[in-house]
């Protein structure tokens, strides 16, 4: 072996890409002086690459992972390009190309101005929403001619507020054809993914894309119309509003008592508001006289009879436990008989509807009355 040909084979060309992990590139051209590659060069393609070869402006081959020797036998396509029929010994010409095809994962999506719908509840609404999705290139060709063209280096964030447009826009048109109701999206984050994936995947497919994850996070209100939700809410909960108000009044009440230095105005301030009212229906229920100028005196007038109270014990409904087993609900006579038997004694639990646990029925107040004839426990 001659000296010339220990030296050919000492410099033989070794092309490869080991990309950068703190950089999100997508494609990177290989750079060779003149684009010379000389014959019998090596090609390292590794997982997660493909390897494109471009000559005078059109692809000639990719090559999936692997090591080639890049010769006649090995690129056909390109070396029809080349008009090589015999082999060749001297450099050749060609652009190559890297390509990842991994997964670049947790890219973000979101609206940046809310969208209005229509709500089956509450009407038209204003929304929000962001999430996160994942892709790949699942066509080099495609997105080699589409896409990176010339570029010596193409990076995900060339693409990425494209892909954000397309994905807010087919996600817009899925939310509103799921016509799922506000109160009932946070359940159904995933449903609306699902149908969201196959409306956007056609557009990314034209790329040479593949959108492989579709993650809602949050959809969301604008915050004025959360704070008048939650007020509805709160009024949920609080259930009856005249309750609530007689609860009200009767707290406003014992704090008066418990602060006689300025509860006591405050509370004679209640009662004559109190009072000017009660004058006031009653001059609403007087009798009107017949003639405008007419006076009638309020004092000769006779109230309406006032309507009898409701019978003592008459809405009791109380369970009691007899003999370790809950028993009833009993009515005030169920009750009067049971203590009399002694079935039910002062210490007895008891329960009804509204109560938070069993009680003994001698802590209950309106029940009391029954053990009024009996005589008080011995003491221990």
Same mark, same amino acid.
């Given at each position: 072996m001659g000296l010339l040909d220990r030296l050919r084979g000492e410099f033989i060309d070794i092309i490869e890409w080991t990309e950068p992990s703190q950089n999100e590139i997508l494609a990177y051209r290989f750079p060779r002086y003149d684009n010379e590659i000389k014959n019998g060069a090596k090609l390292i393609v590794r997982e997660g690459q493909v390897a494109a070869f471009v000559k005078e402006g059109q692809l000639a081959d990719v090559k999936t992972p692997g090591m080639y020797?890049?010769?006649?036998?090995?690129?056909?396509?390109?070396?029809?390009?080349?008009?090589?029929?015999?082999?060749?010994?001297?450099?050749?010409?060609?652009?190559?190309?890297?390509?990842?095809?991994?997964?670049?994962?947790?890219?973000?999506?979101?609206?940046?101005?809310?969208?209005?719908?229509?709500?089956?509840?509450?009407?038209?609404?204003?929304?929000? +929403?962001?999430?996160?999705?994942?892709?790949r290139?699942?066509?080099?060709?495609?997105?080699?001619?589409?896409?990176?063209?010339?570029?010596?280096?193409?990076?995900?964030?060339?693409?990425?507020a494209q892909l954000r447009n397309t994905i807010v826009t087919k996600f817009i048109d899925a939310m509103a054809s799921a016509k799922i109701p506000i109160l009932d999206m946070a359940g159904n984050y995933e449903s609306l993914g699902k149908v969201a994936l196959?409306?956007? +995947?056609?557009?990314?497919?034209?790329?040479?894309?593949?959108?492989?994850?579709?993650?809602?996070?949050?959809i969301s209100l604008p915050p004025e119309v959360e704070r008048a939700?939650?007020?509805?809410?709160?009024?949920?909960?609080?259930?009856?509003?005249?309750?609530?108000?007689?609860?009200?009044t009767a707290e406003a009440v014992r704090d008066a008592a418990n602060n006689p230095g300025g509860g006591g105005a405050?509370?004679?301030?209640?009662?004559?508001?109190?009072?000017?009212?009660?004058?006031?229906?009653?001059? +609403?229920?007087?009798?009107k006289p017949a003639n405008p100028n007419e006076v009638i005196d309020l004092h000769n007038v006779t109230p309406p009879a006032a309507a009898p109270p409701p019978l003592p014990g008459a809405n009791i409904k109380y369970h009691a436990a007899i003999?370790?087993?809950?028993?009833?609900?009993?009515?005030? +006579?169920?009750?009067?008989?049971?203590?009399?038997?002694?079935?039910?004694?002062?210490?007895s639990l008891v329960w009804k509807s509204g109560m938070a646990n069993w009680v003994?029925?001698?802590?209950?107040?309106?029940?009391?009355?029954?053990?009024?004839?009996?005589?008080?426990?011995l003491p221990k």
């Open positions: 020797t890049l010769d006649t036998n090995n690129m056909p396509i390109l070396s029809k390009i080349l008009g090589w029929k015999y082999g060749f010994e001297s450099p050749f010409k060609c652009e190559v190309y890297f390509i990842s095809t991994r997964q670049w994962t947790d890219q973000k999506w979101g609206t940046q101005n809310p969208i209005m719908l229509r709500d089956p509840e509450f009407g038209p609404v204003r929304l929000r +929403a962001f999430g996160n999705y994942a892709f290139v699942s066509d080099p060709g495609t997105f080699l001619k589409e896409l990176v063209s010339t570029d010596p280096s193409f990076e995900a964030f060339e693409i990425t196959p409306r956007i +995947a056609p557009d990314l497919a034209s790329m040479g894309l593949a959108l492989t994850q579709f993650n809602v996070e949050n939700l939650d007020k509805r809410s709160e009024m949920g909960v609080l259930g009856n509003l005249d309750n609530y108000m007689k609860y009200q405050a509370l004679g301030a209640g009662f004559g508001a109190g009072m000017a009212i009660g004058n006031q229906m009653g001059a +609403a229920f007087a009798p003999a370790g087993q809950s028993a009833g609900p009993f009515d005030w +006579a169920g009750l009067q008989a049971k203590v009399a038997s002694g079935e039910i004694t002062r210490s003994a029925a001698e802590s209950v107040a309106e029940l009391q009355p029954l053990f009024a004839h009996l005589p008080p426990p």
